[in-house]
């Protein structure tokens, strides 16, 4: 294996939990480079003091990328090697060092991923849906009418749906995706590769109850299933949704008629017919609501 080679910009995966995984190139070339641009310089400084590496540090967030993202792109044309980090998973994947990517690539500049730990695609491979094709959305916006709108976008979205959350957003998201997206075989991945790792897989409504009962903490990855990949059991829980729906309907117009003054034989007869349903389905719905 040869040295960091001067005049290219390094992406560099690092944990998103457990220290063990990262890979020796990961190690090597933070090592070698000339600097090390990292998100939060004190995560970033914790894990090189881990690994015993004494490269240069520099701040590279959101809040200075346009002024940062000029001297670095300047330093690699200058023949230096730097190394992007974020503060755990790939970098350039929802956060800044997408800009610094687009940058170095416009300037000419060599970019050279290497592979290593990702949120999204431990939370896909583990959640139990299909993992054939997935579309990845991010974080969603944190103000609930534009949340909701680009919620209404991912109804149709037969791909299983990948999301980051916040653990103080988390009941809200998961409310509005039960609203909008209906109920679905989801999977809500929390603090991966960490000490209290935890998987939770089963509908929307039971994740909302599981996380009310007990307030989420940590990073969140939320695996939803999508229009084209619901599973016969999701598919059987918006049937019996949908008809549950319907049979209340049918018990108010029963109802609304007993009160208008007609008895009850007539009124299930004039519902029957109203419905186009069968009388027989219509007492069976009377029956059980009895019970």
């Not at 959640?127 to 009418?145: D, I």
């Not at 949908?242 to 009160?259: A, F, M, P, S, T």
Request: charged fraction near 35%; charge should be positive; proline fraction near 5%.
């Amino acid at each position: 294996m040869g040295k960091a080679t001067p005049g290219v910009l390094y992406l560099c995966p690092t944990p998103i939990g457990n220290l063990e995984d990262i890979t020796l190139r990961v190690l090597r070339i933070l090592k070698e480079a000339d600097y090390i641009a990292a998100e939060d310089t004190r995560v970033t400084k914790k894990l090189l003091n881990h690994y015993g590496i004494n490269t240069p540090l520099v701040s590279y967030r959101e809040h200075n990328k346009e002024k940062m993202g000029r001297k670095i792109v300047k330093d690699i044309l200058e023949g230096k090697s730097v190394a992007l980090v974020s503060d755990a998973g790939t970098p350039g994947i929802s956060d800044p060092g997408e800009d610094l990517i687009k940058k170095a690539i416009d300037a000419g500049i060599r970019v050279v991923p290497l592979p290593g730990p990702s949120a999204v695609i431990c939370a896909v491979s583990a959640s139990g849906l299909s993992t054939s094709k997935f579309a990845f959305e991010g974080f969603l916006p944190q103000k609930a009418t534009e949340r909701r709108k680009q919620l209404e976008k991912l109804r149709d979205e037969k791909r299983t749906i990948v999301l980051y959350e916040a653990p103080h957003r988390l009941l809200k998201c998961l409310s509005d995706i039960r609203d909008i997206l209906g109920e679905r075989k989801i999977a809500v991945a929390r603090e991966m590769t960490k000490l209290h790792e935890e998987f939770f897989r089963g509908t929307v409504s039971e994740a909302i109850n599981r996380f009310e009962s007990t307030p989420p903490r940590g990073e969140i990855v939320l695996v939803i299933e999508g229009t084209g990949l619901k599973t016969e059991e999701t598919k059987k829980a918006e049937n019996l949704s949908e008809q549950e729906d319907i049979n209340k309907i049918i018990l108010q117009e029963v109802e609304r008629r007993i009160r208008s003054g007609m008895d009850k034989k007539e009124a299930m007869k004039a519902v029957a017919k109203e419905f186009s349903i069968p009388k027989r389905q219509l007492y069976k719905v009377l029956l059980e609501n009895e019970k």
